[in-house]
């Protein structure tokens, strides 16, 4: 991606060795939080490939953090251009400068209008958002799937990876959800959280963060993978169908 959106906020001068330490340990929590990531990853990806016929051109990744995933999508295919969009300035921060230029980073909010945000936006090949549509309420989600079918290209692909469990296992699920391993990197999270607001840089950053999304919870909004279909078939795609499962965790595909 060209361009990188981030004219309304302050960049600090960060260290990029602490940066890509920080990043590191970000994804390890994240791995507590989805069993079986590595496999939701490889899914995505082969899919991915599969639908566009090898590399994608342009890629997004919606609620992509500080952009780990972004980062590997990028090695993975070096042609690409490849952005992410999130509303946390202090992960953006973490994204902008892990990524050194290699992805674009746009701060945008995805139950809102996020598709203008996007310097150069659309058409893409594929979209991507890994455990971030349930920050959303209902009827956020819904106009989520709308502009991600809008701002593909015919024939581009969206994978949504969250808590979307399969109608039927209602027993199943719940023996399974909560995973013991989530206690515990919900406790990951909060010390990550609090390592960085004593780094002395970021200080400005977790103010901002803090004016931004202070009042703000988590819808977490987890209807069945049923619920995710169907907004997708609603918002126009064409095929719609879970690509990845772990208990109570999806991967949904749909085609634009
Ligand atoms: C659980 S994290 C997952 C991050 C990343 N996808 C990953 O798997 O590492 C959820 C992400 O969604 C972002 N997010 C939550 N609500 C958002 C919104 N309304 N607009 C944009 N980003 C949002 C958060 O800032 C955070 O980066």
């Known amino acids: 991606m060209a361009s990188t959106s981030h004219a309304s906020w302050v960049v600090p001068v ?7 330490r920080w990043r590191g340990a970000w994804d390890e929590v994240m791995a507590g939080f989805l069993p079986g990531a590595d496999g939701c990853e490889a899914a995505l990806l082969a899919v991915a490939e599969a639908v566009c016929g090898g590399a994608p051109g342009r890629v997004l990744d919606l609620g992509g953090g500080p952009g780990v995933f ?18 946390d300035p202090v992960l953006l921060a973490l994204a902008a400068a892990g990524t050194a230029g290699r992805v674009g980073v746009h701060r945008a909010d995805l139950g809102a209008a996020w598709s203008e945000a996007v310097a150069d936006g659309g058409p893409f090949d ?28 015919p024939g581009g692909l969206l994978v949504v ?16 959800h ?10 990951a999270w909060t010390r990550w959280w609090d390592g960085l607001r004593t780094h002395e840089p970021l200080r400005p950053l977790m103010r901002q963060r803090q004016a931004i999304l202070g009042g703000r919870v988590p819808a977490e909004f987890t209807p ?19 690509v990845w499962r772990w208990g109570a965790h999806a991967a949904l595909a749909a085609v634009a």
Request: glycine share 8%; charged share 20%.
């Open 14 to 20: 960060l260290d990029r060795a602490a940066v890509n």
């Open 70 to 87: 972004a980062e590997r999508m990028a090695v993975r295919w070096p042609g690409a251009e490849v952005g992410l969009v999130d509303l």
């Open 126 to 153: 594929l979209l991507t958002t890994v455990m971030t549509i349930h920050y959303l309420p209902a009827e956020q989600a819904l106009a989520f799937y709308r502009a991600a079918r809008a701002a593909l290209r």
């Open 161 to 176: 990876a969250d808590l979307m469990p399969e109608p039927g296992l209602d027993g199943v699920t719940a023996r399974l």
């Open 178 to 187: 909560p995973a013991a391993d989530e206690a515990v990197a919900g406790m």
């Open 224 to 242: 069945s993978v049923d619920w995710h279909r169907h907004a997708a078939r609603a918002a126009g795609f064409g095929e719609a169908g879970v």
